[in-house]
């Protein structure tokens, strides 16, 4: 599947995911300053999770992302959580679009929504970042680098985030929460090496470090917009599985990408770095740790296993979610396609491991 075809721009919106748009504008009326209409709704190509649509009016555009109809997981789909993380995170500074407002009542659009800015900008697909320049690559890579490095900065407390997640055992309390999401997933099936892997992680938790910063939960390049032309990013988007919880973590799963094929995901795994540009692991890492103030990544070998089996985890739950008729992505059976490679990786992983 080429990502960038598939997730670029807008289609109609699938019929099962549409909604009262007379309904909407009324709404917008009230709780979006100088709205005016008339609107036109239409869906994001991407997204396997939230919907997320793109509403025009003739004077400016808006995103809307809501919960998705039909049976869901206890949890999933807190849409509710991502507008409170993007509200506070903008207050501060940090580049996340503005989100105009919230709606938990299920009777505007059938599910909770909130509505944000359109950024205009560059979604980047493809972690090779094709087209560009040798020094722009090491410029955008540098770029992502400096934002997960400021968001790690930031004091929950401090942005009134201090009771956005529990404030310990953050790695321990996820290798549970995603264990039992894929074994309790019976609709999707058992996977053997994520069998193996539920097994090895409990059996080899680390010690909690006790380190709490707000963690996006899936950062990578094509969930920010970067400037039109230029390295910088203007807003990193999807904060579904945001939380408060431990930043190396959320580092390696970034840092995950020189570990993927590119035909698993955005990867860049037997990429000749050197030749375009890019960072080597060991240099992106150090510059991590140099603007956190860290000599080392701790439990680097052990992290990469739990952020590899999370993601095939995520995959699974759009595997049930396909079962269940409310997969919100028309590409979700290519991407349900690599579960079983992505979790044989996350096993390679775990016996490389050096524990």
């Known amino acids: 599947m080429d990502r960038t075809k598939a997730n670029s721009g807008t289609r109609e919106v699938a019929e099962r995911l549409r909604f009262d748009e007379a309904a909407l504008a009324t709404w917008m009326k009230t709780s979006v300053p100088e709205f005016a209409g008339p609107l036109s709704v239409s ?9 997320t649509y793109r509403l025009d009016t003739p004077n400016r555009s808006y995103v809307l992302r809501r919960k998705p109809p039909g049976k869901l997981l206890p949890g999933a789909h807190a849409v509710e959580r991502e507008a409170r993380v993007m509200s506070a995170l903008g207050a501060t500074g940090f580049p996340v679009p503005h989100v105009h407002g919230l709606c938990d009542d299920e009777a505007v659009l059938g599910t909770p929504f909130f509505v944000m800015d359109m950024v205009e900008g560059r979604i980047i697909w493809d972690a090779t970042f094709p087209g560009l320049s040798n020094a722009d690559r090491a410029a955008h890579f540098d770029a992502m680098n400096a934002t997960i490095a400021q968001l790690h900065s930031l004091d929950p407390a401090a942005i009134g985030l201090g009771d956005y997640g529990r404030p310990g055992g953050f790695v321990e309390r996820q290798v549970a929460r995603w264990s039992k999401q894929y074994e309790s997933d019976a609709e999707a099936g058992r996977v053997p090496a994520m069998d193996r892997l539920v097994e090895w992680l409990h059996a080899n938790l680390p010690p909690d470090r006790g380190e709490v910063r707000v963690v996006h939960g899936d950062y990578r390049c094509d969930n920010m917009i970067f400037a039109p032309a230029e390295p910088r990013v203007l807003a990193v988007l999807d904060w579904e599985l945001s939380t408060l919880g431990d930043p190396v973590a959320d580092f390696v799963y970034h840092l995950m990408v020189y570990r993927m094929p590119a035909e698993l995901f955005t990867g860049i795994a037997g990429v000749d770095l050197g030749a375009l540009g890019i960072p080597s692991e060991e240099d992106y890492l150090a510059t991590y740790c140099r603007r956190t103030g860290r000599d080392h990544l701790p439990d680097l070998d052990y992290l990469m296993v739990f952020v590899m089996f999370r993601l095939a985890a995520i995959i699974h739950g759009i595997k049930g979610r396909l079962a269940r008729g409310n997969a919100s992505s028309e590409h979700a ?11 044989d990786l996350a096993w390679t992983q775990a016996e490389r491991a050096r524990l």
């Not at 869906?43 to 919907?51: D, I, T, Y």
């Not at 059976?333 to 979790?343: I, N, S």
């Open 333 to 343: 059976l290519e991407t349900v396609a690599k579960l079983e490679a992505l979790a």
């Open 43 to 51: 869906q994001f190509a991407g997204g396997q999770s939230n919907p």
